[in-house]
């Protein structure tokens, strides 16, 4: 096995330990770390092996089959254990973690039809993109979690108006001078803005998906015609 295939394995690997982390409840900090920083950087860790094997594997010409299968395996499988537990502990909604799942499963099945027809479908822009806010996503709501939970009382955030939600409205006064920051306060700022940008992947990932469907849909109808 090449080095680009190892880092994919790694990757695989990394999942159960990520959720075993992210949704354990510890009365202390777990192996010396506390439970957001371990997931955190279990999630990072992983996320670094998916820039590195593809470009691993093109920069020394190791490119195979095994890992061609494995690579979107593993992908997939970080994204969705990630924001499946997520879910569980209150850090993002349902249905914003439905629609980017449910993408994932409609391009992986949209490429095995073109794939049977021998065309080839590349990754666009858009779906680097929302790769990329994805984890800086993830990355936010995990390290914001207070023993897994989320660092403000009110359920229904965001809202629209989210300088009401009461430990925003703090965290704010803290950060512009009205007293000195916490903690508790950056947590606070970073799930707000981890909750905003998580609007931004489902856009993104639904705008990725279309461009994907189009190109599909051009090819379908380019051998129609011929």
Known sequence: M?????LT???????????VVLLTRFSEDYVGLPQHIAGVTLFLIAATTDAL??????????????GILLDPIADKLLISAAFISLVENRLAPAWAVVIIIGREFAVSGLRAVAATE??????SKAGKFKMFSQVVTISLLITSSVQGAPPVQTRAFPIIAFWSVPEMDTALDHLFGAGSMNWLDWRVLMYGLGRGLLWLVVISSCWSMYGYFRHFYQKAREKITI
């Open 118 to 123: 021998g065309w080839a479908i590349p990754a």
């Open 9 to 19: 394995s790694l990757r695989i690997f990394i999942v159960p330990l990520l959720v």
């Open 53 to 66: 094997d593809g470009w691993l594997a093109r920069r020394r010409k190791q490119v195979s089959k095994l």
């Open 2 to 6: 090449n080095l680009p295939n190892m």
